[in-house]
């Protein structure tokens, strides 16, 4: 769905309080969802009131949507109006789903991961979960034509309950089993693989594709991802806790009048992100530590003067001298060809950032089957975006571990496949980072991050 056609919001509205609400002649706020809101609080006021976890906009321009989202805002254009108010209600908690179940950030999320997903096939494998999951609530219509999750199932060769596959089935998934579109036909080179990866040269449907492309085909797509649909993986990962938090109470709270009914699997994941799991581990490993010195007491052993009591000395107690030399990290990065390169970015930003938080010195190692490169940084002045990275050859870890050692690291990070021998076991900590396509290698030792 082209994004303009969310545009056309009124002054007024655009300006008004809560995301687009705007104030009548009784000074009261309202959208023109408001009523069906009602309506939901008062038959399940648990699970109702979620929509007022969210912002509602109304669009004035007569060729917006009848109703959509981004992921954090509803927007109801004119043609919302004329729909009876039941279908109101229907059309209302079904986007309220879609928000509290992370739709929205669920997809741009799995096409970071996939690199090429597809909006619409998509959509209608959220709209099929949502709409299960409100089938049986009984002072709500959806629309006869709308995509169910037996249905879509069956369009696989799946035939399921509605209750076992809202207990199975997560968008994520489901989509999976869906798309089967055919990669192109492949011309050879560079170029054309990075047109591939980046989704402009069109798939050409399969038959499970475009069996649900027919299913859905009645219904208006209504997920509309837009530039802030994901923030930081730190907010993401708080956002997916808090509305699943939200969900488990208004779901407990309503008991059979929940509008929620047996939708469990496709809860929002609560994953931490391997950013700030990269972050706590460094700094635990590269915090700096004031050194024992035995050249002069400690500050108790001053207050007491050495002593307890009149005829009694203390043992000795020592100090704390100044801080030990700065913390130093090596780096080594594995380019044989396996890590892409929008990761190795990601992971050289935070790479950076980190050791200039933490005023720690940086060894960059780069290598294959042999060490291809050395770079030393001063503590706190880490530039990794400048530097090439290239290689190609296998992967043998041995010399590389090697030449870290030569450096007395603090620790040491490897962003690798995991697919090479390591003959060199060392005696400082070691972080193996390992995109999320190899995360099932097993490390052979010290600790595994899987970045995804």
Known sequence: MPADRLTGVSGTAAAAHDGGSFANDDGLYRHR????????????????????????QDLEDPDAVRIATDGTTIFYGPGFQRVPRDAQVGLVAH????????????????????????????????DA??????????????????????????????RESVEKSLLEWDVERLYRAIDDRREPPKKGGRQHDERRQSGSTPRADGPRAA????????????????????????AQATQAREWSERI???????????????????????????????????ARGLATRSGISWSRPSRSYIANQGRIGPHRRLPWEPGFGAKQPAPRLVLI????????????????????????????????????????????????????????????????????????????PDLVVVLTDLDGPARCR?????????????QHAVQPFGRKLTLS
């Open 211 to 234: 069996r649900a492309r027919t299913l859905g085909a009645a219904t208006k797509p209504d997920l509309v991802p837009g530039p802030d649909s994901q923030g930081t993986p730190e």
């Open 426 to 438: 060392p005696r400082w900590p070691v972080i193996w980072a390992v995109p999320e396509t190899h």
């Open 248 to 282: 488990v109470r208004a779901h407990a709270g309503d008991g059979a009048h929940s509008m929620l009914r047996a939708l469990l699997a496709d809860l929002p994941k609560t994953r931490t992100p391997w950013e700030q799991v990269l972050r706590t581990r460094l």
């Open 129 to 158: 979960i949502v709409n299960s999951a409100l089938s049986g609530v009984s002072w709500l219509r959806l629309e006869p034509t709308c995509v169910q999750l037996d249905q879509l199932l069956a369009s696989t060769g799946l």
């Open 333 to 408: 990065v594995d380019v044989s060809g396996s890590i892409e390169d929008t990761l190795l970015e990601r992971f050289a930003r935070e790479i950076e950032a980190i050791t200039r938080r933490l005023e720690a010195a940086l060894v960059l190692v780069v290598g294959d089957d042999q060490v291809r490169r050395v770079t030393q940084f001063p503590p706190g002045r880490a530039d990794l975006g400048t530097l090439p990275f290239s290689g190609g050859g296998g992967t043998d870890f041995t010399p590389m571990l090697e030449e870290a050692d030569r450096h007395r």
């Open 33 to 56: 969802g408001t009523r069906a809101i009602q309506r939901m609080v008062e038959f399940a006021p648990s699970t109702g009131g979620l929509a007022l976890w969210v912002k509602h």
């Open 95 to 126: 986007e309220v789903l879609h928000i509290a179940l992370c739709h929205t950030q669920r997809f741009v999320d799995l096409r970071q991961r996939l690199g090429d997903v597809d909006l619409q096939l998509f959509n209608i494998c959220a």
